[in-house]
Structures are given as C-alpha cells and as structure tokens.
C-alpha cells in the first residue's frame, strides 16, 4: 500500500474529491472534522468502493490546545496531510460583524498553522512526509472584495512557505495550493466563469500531481498564476481606484 493520507476537514466538496483520488490510488484515508458523524458514509464508500482502509476523527481546528493530543492519537502516522479547511462569509458581513471576522482568521491562519506546525514537527524528526495547504489566489493582493479572508489567506501562503523553507533539508514537502474558482455547494448560487472555475475533481488530480512531483506551488488552472501576477502589478494609484 502506498501509505496512509489525512484529510483536515474532511466534509467539503473539494475534501471528498480529494479522499476518493487518493483511495483510487490505494491509500488508506484518514477523514479529520469537526462533525466526524457526517463522514461516515463517506467512510463506509472509500472502504467499499476502493478497498482501503478508513477511519474517521474528530477534529476542529480552533481548538488549538488538543491539536498535539489529536495528531498524538492517531494509530497510525499519515505520510501525507492535507488540510482542506477554510471559512468564508461575505466581506461586508465580516465588517460589522467581528465575530464573523475573526473566524474566518482564526480558521484560516491560525488553526491551520497550529495544526500544520505540529505535525511538521513529527515530519521533520521522521525525515518524511508531505504536507498540502489550501490557501487561495484572494491572499496574493490586499482587495477589499477580500479584505480578511484575504488577509487570513495571505497569512496561511506566507507560513506554508515559511514551513516549505524550514522542513525542506529535512526532507518534509510543503505544497500550497491556490485553486481559483471552484464549483462547490457553497458557490452553486454564484454565477462563476466557467473558464476560470475548476471542478473539485480538478482539484483533487492536481493536488495528487503536484505531490508526485514534488511542487512547491501549484495553481489548478495554470492561468490564475498569470491573472494574479498582472492583479499584483498595478500601480497603487490605480488599483486604489478599482473596485475589486
């Protein structure tokens, strides 16, 4: 068997695309979330449908002082980790509403970095493993569309690359992924742009890949590396003015 993978919040759309592309390719699968009853069947199909082993776990990612017992209990050590987790409410929402706000921080940058600096510290001492971090393309320029699940993403690239530098020499992979647009329950109601909009099965192939190959970034559809890079190059006059 190739290993064992666990899956950070495990319940997502993008998440199950991703634990099925792995079981097809014969990993045992760890499934990791804050409501663990809801992956059951999700459980119950990888076993069925490809034959591996599956387990599932009970993990929240705000609860940063049983993040080492968590990872610590675990009967069997991943090779790979991939954390999938994110929160998300409209801008405008995250503004007059602080709680809100600081979820989506909390969530977005610091569980995942608690979470991650834990393992990689295990992954380190082993001299193995890969560790995949969803971040996205809203962390690569400050925009008020995006004002701090931005900031939080921003946040989580830049630790994912901290971490990458940090563990390389010992022989840990650290890979973040920026997937754009993708087609999710969350976004069935938004009018997105197909050719910009990735499927979660897109996503879960180019997360497989991109560990094959050893990548550090990885964008799911090439060009959001092109449209970002013109987005980070405007002018600041002129981008103050542009309503993104």
Not at 60 to 69: E, G, T, V
């Amino acid at each position: 068997m190739p290993g064992t993978v666990l899956i950070l919040g495990a319940t997502s759309d993008m998440a199950i695309a991703i634990a099925r592309k792995f079981a097809a390719e014969k990993y045992n699968i760890q499934l990791a979330g804050r409501n663990p009853e809801k992956l059951v069947p999700l459980k119950s199909d990888l076993i069925a449908r490809f034959g591996v082993e599956s387990e599932v776990f009970a993990f929240d990612a705000c609860d940063f002082k049983n993040h080492s017992s968590f990872y610590g209990n675990l009967p069997q050590k991943p090779e790979i980790v991939i954390c999938v987790f994110g929160y998300m409410v409209e801008e405008d929402v995250a503004r007059d509403n602080w709680v809100e706000a600081e979820k989506m921080i909390t969530i977005n940058f610091t569980g995942a970095a608690s979470i991650l600096n834990t393992i990689s510290k295990h992954f380190e001492k082993r001299g193995t493993g890969s560790i995949v971090g969803i971040s996205s393309v809203a962390g690569e320029r400050g925009r008020q569309s995006k004002l701090f699940y931005g900031s939080a993403k921003a946040g989580f690239s830049t630790f994912l690359a901290g971490l990458r530098n940090r563990t390389a020499k010992s022989g840990v992979h650290v890979m973040s992924v920026k997937p754009g647009f993708v087609y999710t329950k969350m976004t069935a109601e938004l009018e997105l742009p197909e050719i910009l909009t990735a499927k979660p099965e897109e996503v879960a192939n180019a997360i497989y890949k991109g560990i094959k190959k050893k990548k550090n970034t990885i964008y799911v559809r090439w060009f959001w590396k092109w449209i970002m890079l013109i987005i980070k190059n405007i002018p600041e006059p002129i981008f103050k003015k542009m309503n993104i």
